[in-house]
């Protein structure tokens, strides 16, 4: 299935290994997981920034997220495990004893998870080169005016697209709009406040533009998330 120019897939648990220099183009999960590194290491890039990882870091995604992965020389070595619903922990930090949640994840991937969720410790590494200033001020303001961002910072705009599809495999807009989808799926999920009022925060033109988005996103129209 594809929505947003991403491919949706549902994360496969489990040990995984990725070969050397290997690069993941940029995809959407439908599911929330967290990923463990075991060996080796690997650049990802998603809607919540960039960040170079090695053994002992973890990168928690939720459902909807989109990223790219750029692996090392060495290729890499991760695990995947599911996330329970209704359990908040950071987007990034570190965890002691790597090889004993691979131990439980043989018997109980749950059980990892909760091990997990117990001993990260949570980090606020990342890259803050410009393109990721600007990923996070497209996070902030829907209304973003491109144009006079790249004035602001003394850049043409067509070296502030390609440098930005270059680091995250995705245009400023398709980021955008990605993340701004996302964004209006968690705020349906998670509150009761009227669809137009959640358009009308977001920068949406009105609730029909917000649901087209919506739908793109998931494959599911808003009325349909709202959990009862």
């Not at 060495?74 to 695990?79: E, K, M, S, T």
């Not at 059980?111 to 990923?135: K, N, S, T, V």
Request: proline letters at 5%; hydrophobic letters at 40%.
């Amino acid at each position: 299935m594809l929505a947003c120019c991403n491919t949706f897939a549902q994360a496969p648990l489990g040990r995984q290994q990725h070969g050397a220099n290997q690069r993941l183009a940029r995809h959407c999960h439908d599911s929330a997981f967290a990923t463990v590194v075991l060996e080796g290491g690997y650049l990802e890039a998603g809607d919540e920034g960039r960040r170079t990882v090695g053994p002992g870091d973890v990168l928690v995604h939720h459902a909807y997220e989109s990223h790219l992965d750029c692996f090392c020389s060495r290729g890499a070595q991760v695990l995947i495990l599911p996330i329970a619903s209704d359990f908040a922990v950071p987007l990034f930090g570190r965890v002691t004893d790597p090889d004993a949640l691979v131990r439980m994840a043989r018997h109980s991937p749950r059980d990892a998870w909760f091990a997990l969720a117990g001993d990260m410790q949570a980090c606020e590494q990342r890259h803050l080169d410009w393109p990721d200033l600007l990923a996070e001020d497209l996070r902030n303001d829907p209304g973003l005016s491109l144009q006079h961002w790249a004035d602001v910072h003394g850049l043409r705009p067509e070296t502030v697209s390609r440098g930005f599809q270059l680091a995250y495999g995705s245009s400023p807009k398709a980021f955008r709009a990605a993340v701004r989808a996302r964004a209006a799926f968690t705020r349906i999920r998670e509150s009761r406040q009227p669809l137009a009022d959640i358009a009308a925060t977001l920068g949406y033109a009105d609730q029909a533009h917000m649901s087209r988005a919506v739908k793109a996103l998931t494959g599911h129209m808003p009325r349909t998330l709202r959990v009862s």
